[in-house]
């Protein structure tokens, strides 16, 4: 069986899901990856509803639509940061209360356990699994360019600090039987496979927690984006379908970006429409073969010169035109003497 094409909801989150699935559908996509925001799924009343979870599936079924993933990066992402103004922003006034940072990092906490419960209640109504993919936070971020000196005591305490945080959510992600992927970027307490490496580690390389494999925040970077495919093969839980742009010139803003915003023409990178930028798709789903990853292929979409609606449409074009299955057989076989 082909992996099912999804969309990522999260960046459409300003419409209600089911206007959004009937957009999805149109264009020929086979389910959505759930944004745990706006309308799209809400995991506190997945918990006090009995009948949240069957609702939500009944909407997508009756659209000829399937569910893999739920996302909840917002509030995964205060867990471990550096909790500033910023924050209230990106989380509801009950998480984000009052600021006082450690406040805001204990009740993100107890959401994204929430989050692992909800996503079991919505496995049991679908019959397969949930993944839940996400961000972590960190509170190292702001320590990658070392200067001032940062000592190692400094780092390794950022992945206490991160191990301390996450190992009891990830109890509750063990208990109920759903994984954890984190998307790892920029921001993230992993960024690259190096520090990716050190995240598992961390933790003790317990299984419930893996990644929401995105090329986009690998490129630029210089990453191999490929080999982090093998690298992690058998903790690549969810896939983002997601491309980026760099240029072959040195530009005016590098790859930290000099303070601009996305679309900027200044700037030496930007995310691009699936099929638009410079990731090499083919040797991902070549990789992904290889290691038999089976689920779905969920396109997030970013583009700042591009109307979304003839985004997502191009891009499930291309992915479709791109899959395809891995040999059953050697291709010389035919050679051989009977």
Same mark, same amino acid.
């Given at each position: 069986?082909?992996?099912?094409?999804?969309?990522?909801?999260?960046?459409?989150?300003?419409?209600?899901?089911?206007?959004?699935?009937?957009?999805?559908?149109?264009?020929?996509?086979?389910?959505?990856?759930?944004?745990?925001?706006?309308?799209?799924?809400?995991?506190?009343?997945?918990?006090?509803?009995?009948?949240?979870?069957?609702?939500?599936?009944?909407?997508?079924?009756?659209?000829?639509?399937?569910?893999?993933?739920?996302?909840?990066?917002?509030?995964?992402?205060?867990?471990?940061?550096?909790?500033?103004?910023?924050?209230?922003?990106?989380?509801?006034?009950?998480?984000?209360?009052?600021?006082?940072?450690?406040?805001?990092?204990?009740?993100?906490?107890?959401?994204?356990?929430?989050?692992?419960?909800?996503?079991?209640?919505?496995?049991?109504?679908?019959?397969?699994?949930?993944?839940?993919?996400?961000?972590? *936070?960190?509170? @190292?971020? /702001?320590?990658?360019?070392?200067?001032?000196?940062? =000592?190692?005591?400094?780092?390794? $305490? #950022?992945?206490?600090?991160?191990?301390?945080?996450?190992?009891?959510?990830?109890?509750?992600?063990?208990?109920v039987g759903v994984k954890f992927a984190?998307?790892?970027?920029?921001?993230?307490?992993?960024?690259?496979?190096?520090?990716?490496?050190?995240?598992?580690?961390?933790?003790?390389?317990?299984?419930?927690?893996?990644?929401?494999?995105?090329?986009?925040?690998?490129?630029?970077?210089?990453?191999?984006?490929?080999?982090?495919?093998?690298?992690? *093969?058998?903790? @690549?839980? /969810?896939?983002?379908?997601?491309?980026?742009?760099? =240029?072959?010139?040195?530009?005016? $803003? #590098?790859?930290?970006?000099?303070?601009?915003?996305?679309?900027?023409?200044?700037?030496y990178w930007d995310f691009r429409s699936?099929?638009?930028?410079?990731?090499?798709?083919?040797?991902?789903?070549?990789?992904?073969?290889?290691?038999?990853?089976?689920?779905?292929?969920?396109?997030?979409?970013?583009?700042?010169?591009?109307?979304?609606?003839?985004?997502?449409?191009?891009?499930?074009?291309?992915?479709?035109?791109?899959?395809?299955?891995?040999?059953?057989?050697?291709?010389?076989?035919?050679?051989?003497?009977?």
């Open positions: 069986m082909a992996r099912p094409i999804t969309l990522f909801t999260g960046q459409f989150a300003d419409l209600p899901l089911e206007e959004l699935a009937d957009k999805a559908k149109s264009f020929g996509y086979d389910g959505v990856e759930l944004a745990c925001w706006g309308d799209h799924f809400d995991v506190n009343a997945a918990m006090k509803d009995a009948s949240y979870c069957k609702g939500k599936w009944e909407l997508l079924k009756k659209k000829g639509l399937g569910v893999w993933a739920i996302s909840n990066h917002l509030v995964g992402q205060a867990v471990c940061d550096n909790i500033d103004k910023r924050h209230a922003s990106i989380l509801s006034p009950s998480i984000f209360g009052d600021g006082d940072p450690e406040g805001v990092r204990k009740r993100a906490a107890e959401e994204m356990k929430t989050t692992a419960r909800a996503a079991r209640k919505l496995a049991d109504v679908v019959g397969h699994e949930i993944v839940v993919c996400g961000f972590t *936070g960190s509170s @190292i971020w /702001h320590l990658l360019y070392s200067f001032p000196p940062v =000592s190692p005591d400094m780092i390794d $305490a #950022g992945y206490k600090d991160f191990a301390d945080r996450w190992n009891p959510i990830l109890d509750v992600f063990d208990a984190l998307e790892a970027q920029p921001t993230e307490i992993a960024f690259d496979a190096y520090s990716a490496m050190r995240a598992v580690e961390a933790l003790g390389w317990r299984k419930a927690f893996g990644f929401n494999y995105n090329p986009s925040h690998f490129g630029y970077q210089g990453v191999d984006y490929v080999e982090f495919i093998h690298m992690f *093969g058998d903790r @690549i839980y /969810h896939v983002h379908m997601k491309d980026v742009g760099w =240029s072959s010139v040195p530009k005016l $803003a #590098g790859v930290f970006g000099g303070h601009t915003n996305f679309g900027d023409v200044n700037r699936l099929g638009r930028g410079n990731i090499n798709f083919e040797e991902i789903i070549r990789m992904l073969n290889r290691i038999n990853y089976q689920g779905p292929l969920s396109i997030e979409w970013e583009d700042s010169g591009m109307d979304r609606w003839f985004g997502i449409k191009n891009a499930i074009e291309f992915l479709r035109r791109l899959c395809f299955p891995p040999s059953s057989t050697a291709f010389d076989r035919a050679f051989e003497r009977k």
